[in-house]
């Protein structure tokens, strides 16, 4: 069955280990999925990953790091999503084109009406069918950041008052929509019990298919 779901949410907050773990749930049940992350996911965007998380890179201008997060996805939605959907296959992502809404226009700044209209060139339009947003206090998720063995970017590395915006951000996204899309997951609790959550809502996507 064709299904594209994606994953959002402050940093530290358990997107990568959720977005595996319903894949890999998925594909045990004979599924054809994938799982891919942003920024990322092809030879190209993997490339641009090192740039725009390296914490080296101090001088980067927020419509510099639009545009780079941006060139990822477009090639990650052509090169891959696309193709797998057409298949009619299930694609998880690991974080989309709402990032960008929430990092760039509420935690930067930018113009939110631009950072839209880049996004739908970005991805063509391709809309998710179901988001998962995993809430979580910012402090707690840097925490966790800190705490883990996962890299530690130029994002994470930001000050708590960008991170809050971001938060803020999600939670006007999540408002304003209109798509029915987006089901937000307290992300406090246990590892099992989010993912019981999540399971329970795609069980729901796959029976009414």
Request: glycine share 10%.
């Amino acid at each position: 069955m064709r299904l594209f779901i994606t994953f959002e949410g402050p940093d530290g907050s358990g997107k990568t280990t959720q977005a595996r773990l319903l894949a890999a749930r998925l594909r045990g049940q004979g599924h054809d999925v994938i799982y891919v992350r942003e920024p990322g996911g092809t030879a190209i965007g993997d490339q641009i990953r090192q740039i725009v998380h390296d914490v080296r890179n101090v001088e980067m201008q927020p419509r510099a790091e639009l545009l780079l997060y941006s060139a990822s996805r477009a090639q990650l939605v052509e090169q891959v999503i696309r193709p797998h959907l057409a298949r009619g296959g299930i694609v998880v992502c690991d974080r989309y084109a709402d990032s960008s809404l929430a990092y760039q226009g509420y935690g930067r700044g930018l113009d939110l009406d631009m950072v839209q209209r880049i996004q739908a060139f970005a991805t063509g339009g391709l809309i998710p069918d179901l988001t998962f947003y995993l809430d979580l206090d910012v402090e707690e998720g840097l925490r966790r950041r800190l705490a883990g063995r996962a890299e530690w970017n130029r994002l994470d590395d930001q000050e708590l008052d960008f991170h809050r915006r971001v938060r803020e951000g999600y939670a006007r996204l999540i408002a304003a929509d209109t798509t029915g899309r987006w089901r937000v997951i307290n992300a406090a609790r246990s590892v099992d019990e989010v993912h019981a959550d999540i399971w329970r809502t795609v069980e729901k996507f796959l029976t009414a298919e």
